[in-house]
């Protein structure tokens, strides 16, 4: 979970069309949020992803759902108020149902940096308060089958490209060719793009790449011949502005 910044209200959500729309709502109980311009609007503000568990929308069995950050069912209300409406994921749709968020809150990432709140660890959300002790609970983000494992399989393959090419880095140190070089550039500025904010999961990508000392261990050599340039200075902060990562470690002061 990152922080997102809420974009726009689509033109066409105008303050008469909301009040059309929610009279109609209350009059027959229809899916009147249920319209492309709004799902289109939240994709684009989410890049994509489900605000919570940053899983890809609109792929197999993950098609977009429009969440109603306060349940329409209690806030009957606010259900075409574009600052109540997120893109969410089947899975985290069926969890949060009806919970008041009025009553007992959650993170809406859109509001509040999830960073205020919660940590990672071994691939495990942990709060920081009760803010996220809630939302973790709500939204089950330690779900062993569906968030727990995909975490591990994505983590161990960042850890398996570092090993190889930290072992890479080993063999070619004293003798790197400009080609070498280059390559290591690519390698490593693929793995800081996996982990950017409109990657999916990108939070899991970037834990398992500032957890792992190999990437210290890449980056020392690159800045020592000099070859860790301002691209990958720029997507490394990048990555860090929203990285959950818990301890400060000196290594990633750019
Ligand atoms: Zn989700």
Redesign the pocket.
């Known amino acids: 979970m990152i922080k997102v910044e809420r974009i726009e209200s689509p033109t066409k959500l105008t303050v008469e069309k909301r009040k059309e729309l929610t009279e109609e709502y209350l009059m027959t109980s229809n899916n009147v949020w249920n319209q492309d311009y709004i799902k289109k609007a939240l994709l684009k503000m989410s890049n994509n992803k489900?605000i919570?568990?940053e899983?890809r929308l609109g792929e197999e069995s993950k098609y977009i759902e429009v969440e109603h950050f306060h349940p329409k069912s209690l806030y009957p209300e606010e259900v075409v108020d574009w600052e109540n409406l997120l893109p969410?994921?089947k899975?985290?749709n069926g969890l949060k149902r009806d919970h008041d968020t009025k009553l007992v809150p959650i993170i809406n990432p859109t509001l509040i940096d999830p960073r205020e709140h919660l940590t990672i660890k071994k691939y495990r959300f942990f709060s920081k308060d009760e803010l996220g002790k809630k939302t973790i609970g709500v939204l089950s983000l330690n779900d062993s089958d569906r968030l727990f494992l995909p975490r591990v399989t994505i983590g161990n393959a960042i850890s398996d490209i570092l090993d190889g090419l930290g072992k890479w880095v080993g063999k070619i140190k004293d003798n790197s060719t400009i080609e070498d070089q280059n390559e290591l550039i690519c390698k490593i500025r693929n793995l800081l793009k996996s982990c950017q904010p409109d990657a999916e999961y990108s939070t899991i990508c970037s834990y398992a790449l500032f957890e792992d000392d190999n990437y210290y261990g890449i980056k020392d050599f690159m800045q020592e011949i000099k070859i860790w340039n301002d691209d990958l200075v720029n997507l490394e902060k990048n990555c860090l502005k929203y990285s959950l990562i818990e301890y400060k470690n000196p290594k990633l002061i750019v």
């Open positions: 489900c919570f568990c899983c969410i994921c899975r985290c």
